[in-house]
């Protein structure tokens, strides 16, 4: 499991980087590599490089969902919401062969929660002014994005739970509160924090007791924490450029091995 690569900030070559995962991840037999969001700053180029990898680790799969980044460019909010290939799990389930197991993607959203310290702040106005995001189309506002998000979230638990699975979830945006940095002299992290996504997720997670979810997005680093019935994880590269170096390794591949969680699922 990883999460946020952003192999174009971090100006890596894909098919280097495709090379060299595959090769670490077949001598380590995984069966089942997870890509929680923000592979590239394009959804066509986050895409190619999951579609080689695939290609390159078969007969083991790759699952990605997308990240803000990955939605920040060609791509629609509809082409977003369906299943253009397998390697794309946003709204996917894969039941893992002899285990009870079944894996559950969704890209997640946010609905401003996480910035309840604030009272009375526009947010929206602030994303369309500061924010990333700004770039992205979409047919609602985020708070009803963020619904229709935790309407499929249900959907799918309770299936599982029929099926009486195991669930490991995957989403991009933040699940829970404890996750969220809070500051008093940085204005804009605060208002930020209302586009890191939102507690409904984790909520929804704990109450259909899902054991273990991977996210992304923030690039701290967070050892795995449970709550609940349900233990997160956090495994996300982030960024290393000449303003901001979040990596505690000399290079992509070296974090990337750090950041890797291997879990033996059976």
Not at 134 to 155: A, F, G, K, W
């Amino acid at each position: 499991m990883i999460s946020d690569l952003h192999l174009d900030i971090n100006q890596q070559d894909a098919e280097a980087v495709a090379q060299q995962q595959a090769a670490y991840l077949t001598q380590r037999n995984v069966g089942l590599y997870l890509i929680a969001g923000d592979v590239t700053n394009y959804f066509s180029q986050s895409l190619a490089f999951v579609t080689r990898l695939q290609a390159l680790l078969a007969p083991a799969k790759v699952r990605f969902i997308a990240g803000n980044h990955d939605m920040l460019h060609d791509i629609t909010y509809a082409g977003l919401e369906s299943s253009q290939t397998p390697v794309y799990f946003h709204r996917g389930s894969l039941d893992l062969p002899g285990t009870n197991w079944r894996v559950i993607g969704n890209n997640g959203w946010y609905d401003y929660q996480f910035a309840n310290n604030l009272v009375g702040r526009n947010f929206l106005s602030w994303k369309r002014a500061f924010w990333i995001d700004s770039t992205i189309v979409q047919p609602q506002s985020d708070p009803e994005r963020l619904n229709q998000v935790v309407e499929q979230m249900t959907e799918q638990l309770i299936q599982a739970q029929v099926a009486g699975k195991r669930v490991l979830f995957m989403t991009h945006f933040v699940p829970r509160q404890d996750y969220i940095r809070y500051t008093d002299d940085n204005r804009f992290w605060n208002m930020a924090n209302a586009m890191l996504g939102s507690p409904r997720i984790g909520a929804v997670l704990e109450k259909y007791s899902v054991a273990d979810t991977l996210f992304g997005h923030v690039h701290s680093r967070f050892a795995p924490a449970t709550f609940g019935p349900t233990t997160y994880y956090n495994q996300a590269v982030g960024y290393h450029n000449r303003r901001l170096n979040e990596w505690s390794q000399p290079d992509f591949f070296v974090e990337w091995q750090r950041q890797l969680r291997i879990l033996n699922l059976k």
